[in-house]
């Protein structure tokens, strides 16, 4: 069975998106792209990183992350990443409303789980093979992950910023403890590695 | 003008400290050295940092982490350090408590300041001369200099625990942004160092 790893760019002050998320600001009020400079204007300087992030052969995100519908399912939003996301793999969204899977270009699939994070982690495993699972976000998704010990490899990428408010992650998720597993910092972030203990 | 300088033990969870500090829990509830571990378990692997810490030629420190009491100071608390203190040199603790200064020995001093965290600076300024003034903490103290943009380099040492609870770092601070200036991972810590933006 492959790892469970969560990659997740967060700022200083443990945010990792800003307040009040909408189509219009995909990442919340105050982020301006603070958070994701490096995926941007350092991809080879980061390119590792950057590689591993969509390596997992499944990927997990919550529903905030999939769109910024709440509620009821309503028009054809199909994600943020345009007809050919960069996932190329099956992606569970966990939502409480059911949906009819999504077949996206190059190979990415969105299938929506209504029965829970455990049911989600089961199918992405059972799709993933050998490969790993990816928990994606948000923060709220990755926390309750983290509560029930389910990542094996937390790989959080620091951005030099404070924002100030948004979406926290570690909330409600301690107390807890990691092994290290290896820190690089690049011109814009700093890539921080954790294991579970187990 | 030496540099003003911050270094800080932190939770990946932003805590420097956890809930309901006292006398008998220092570092509050749910720490238990684990924010600072690598100081006592390993020394050697970490001694640049440690040394940098008491570096400094003055130091400012809030009045909560020179000691448990709050309110009128009674009894002849002197610090939770013994009777000869790792400063050194001129300590600053900011109070709303009027107190002769306490002479330690070794060198350390610790003189206390009513008005203010400017007053402060100037004061451990003019005493160290050439040298830098450390801001020791605690988080509230550093959130303070932050504010005002006073801290110039921010050292902060990343312990690999969620403690959940606590005093955190940051808080009502933001929005704000650094300079990265290193990033230095040893077995029980990440020393993460940031410049402010002049």
Redesign the interface.
């Known amino acids: 069975m492959g790892l469970v790893t969560c990659d997740i760019a967060v700022?200083?002050?443990?945010f990792v998106a800003g307040p009040h998320q909408s189509a219009e600001l995909p990442m919340g009020e105050?982020v301006d792209g603070?958070l994701h400079s490096w995926m941007v204007e350092q991809r080879e300087e980061n390119a590792s990183e950057l590689e591993a992030i969509t390596a997992a052969g499944a990927f997990i995100m919550g529903r905030n992350m999939f769109g910024p519908i709440r509620g009821a399912w309503e028009g054809s939003w199909k994600g943020w990443w345009g007809p050919n996301p960069p996932y190329h793999g099956p992606v569970f969204v966990l939502t409480h409303h059911a949906r009819e899977p999504l077949a996206m270009d190059g190979g990415t699939t969105f299938t929506f789980v209504t029965d829970g994070i455990d049911a989600a982690l089961d199918r992405a495993r059972a799709a993933a093979g050998t490969g790993a699972v990816s928990i994606c976000g948000g923060a709220q998704t990755i926390n309750q992950y983290?509560v029930v010990d389910a990542i094996d490899e937390l790989r959080?990428h620091?951005a030099?910023?404070?924002?100030?408010?948004g979406e926290r992650?570690?909330?409600?998720?301690?107390?807890?403890?990691?092994?290290?597993a290896?820190?690089?910092?690049t011109?814009?972030?700093?890539h921080?590695n954790?294991r579970a203990r187990r």
Chains 1, 2 share one sequence.
């Open positions: 700022s200083l002050d443990g105050g603070r983290l959080v620091l030099p910023v404070i924002l100030g408010a992650l570690f909330d409600g998720v301690g107390p807890k403890s990691f092994e290290q290896g820190a690089r910092q011109g814009l972030v700093t921080l954790y």
